[in-house]
């Protein structure tokens, strides 16, 4: 089976940086995705690492080592409207969640 | 480009009744799955339709049951409702193996009372 963890809270700054971490246990998937959603809504596409290494896009930035069952989701430049939970997710041609990690950003 | 749709947005049962959730994917998306999401957890994987069939099962009883229609729309029956089913279910869509990313739906928020 697969154990994904995820911290289940984290709270940050306005401005600053912050990282999110997603440790996982699976025989075997196609890639990684991390979600973001906001409470009560749909989650939307963040990013996909399917190789090892990092994927930055804009502000967001995410890294996957697979010999290591170690991802993460950097986020730069902290805004309110960043605050939200960050789901990581294994595809093995459906998708294993983590619980999430509820991120709050303070001014 | 429409993206997935939904419907209802919400739903009040009682316990016992039976309930059809209905999800539409996004164009050119052949591939759906179901997934529910209690409060404060990540979402639990249902099942997966694809070419009319179920695909892939998760670890949910019977009572949950899907069909897939010709156009690739997508229905979830749950039966017997249980006070545990009480969820936001959602659906996602995408090409098979998901490699080209999963497209989500708004959801159902189901309360069972």
């Known amino acids: 089976g697969q154990n994904i963890d995820q911290p289940t809270e984290m709270t940050a700054t306005e401005g600053a940086i912050v990282q999110i971490n997603c440790t996982y246990q699976?025989?075997?998937?196609?890639?990684l995705f991390w979600y973001q959603q906001h409470a009560g809504e749909a989650p939307t596409f963040l990013s996909y690492n399917v190789l090892d290494g990092l994927e930055e896009k804009g502000r967001f930035s995410s890294f996957l080592s697979r010999s290591k069952g170690y991802s993460y989701l950097l986020l730069k430049e902290l805004q309110m409207k960043d605050s939200a939970s960050y789901l990581c997710?294994?595809?093995?041609?459906?998708?294993?969640f983590g619980t999430g990690t509820r991120l709050q950003v303070f001014p | 480009d429409a993206g997935v749709t939904q419907s209802p947005t919400h739903l009040i049962k009682t316990r016992g009744q039976q309930v059809t959730l209905r999800c539409s994917p996004k164009?050119?998306?052949?591939?759906v799955s179901w997934y529910q999401q209690a409060l404060g957890q990540g979402p639990q994987f249902i099942f997966q339709?694809?070419?009319?069939?179920?695909?892939q099962r998760g670890n949910f009883p019977d009572r949950f049951s899907g069909h897939q229609f010709p156009n690739y729309s997508s229905e979830l029956n749950v039966n017997a409702l249980l006070l545990g089913d009480s969820a936001l279910y959602l659906c996602?869509?995408?090409?098979?193996?998901?490699?080209?990313?999963?497209?989500f739906g708004s959801g159902t928020r189901l309360t069972v009372v």
């Open positions: 996602a869509s995408s090409l098979p193996g998901g490699n080209y990313g999963y497209t």
């Open positions: 339709y694809y070419e009319e069939e179920e695909r």
């Open positions: 997710a294994l595809n093995t041609d459906k998708l294993i």
């Open positions: 699976t025989s075997g998937f196609n890639g």
């Open positions: 164009s050119g998306h052949d591939t």
